[in-house]
């Protein structure tokens, strides 16, 4: 009888820690699954383009809502923003991560982002096969396997790793993407309509999607009728419904052999 009284009481016990794990996961709603990487592409010609400023404080603007949930858009699992090429070829990124910007306001975070990738910065070259590999390897280290994997660039997506590879779209290689998970897409912003198609063309990839925005696109974020002034920015419902159908768009898979 004492047996079975005991076994009686662990099983009681066992199905309130799952009811009380299952009630606490419904009032908080599902962990975060997204893993979100943000490369600023930091060489001379997108820093002198025009487009590199509006590319910060988009990026203060977007990384504020995601973390915050606003309008609708997905709370990231981790967040890591790092730097797309630097002062050497296959030179090591640093990647900052979530706490960087955590529990800032908007304002902070563009303000951090200047400091992280300034403009003084000499960097002449735009590795984007060193940062996917970064990518890869951060993945793997952290255990983010099989989770879906965002990778947001700001860049003109225009590679200039040394005189043979220069604008040479064939030279990104998205290979240590492929197999980390089964949902894996690259949004390139900031480009123009032809790079923009090249990458969609002509980069190899078997499940790796890709998306392009082009940068006259991508700088009327800021338009009044987007961000609506002195409207506190958790009500701007443009301002997220245009993110998510100009940059956080559900992308097909394609493959390019």
Known sequence: MKSI??????????LSIILSGCQKMNEQGEKPRLS???GMDISGSFMNSGYFDNGIDFVAHYLYAHLNGLGGLEKPNVLFVGSIGG??????????PVQTF???PIEAIAARLREVFPKESLNVFTDYNAFFEK???????KNLLMR???????????PDVNSETVTDIRSIHV???????RSVTIRLLYTNPVTGKEWQT???RQRVKIWTQDAEVMKAWQDSTLLVPGKPFAEQSMFFDWVKDNVDFGVRGSRVR
Request: proline fraction near 4%; charged fraction near 20%; hydrophobic fraction near 50%.
């Open 5 to 14: 009284f005991s076994r009686t009481l662990v099983t009681i016990v066992v």
């Open 148 to 158: 879906p994997i965002s990778i947001v660039l700001i860049s003109d997506g225009v």
């Open 87 to 96: 002062a050497a070829e296959g030179e090591a990124k640093t990647f900052y």
């Open 175 to 181: 290979q240590p993407l492929e197999r980390l998970a």
């Open 36 to 38: 979100l990487f943000v």
């Open 135 to 141: 990518v890869a390897r951060t993945v793997k280290d």
């Open 202 to 204: 002509k980069v190899k």
């Open 102 to 104: 955590a529990n800032m």
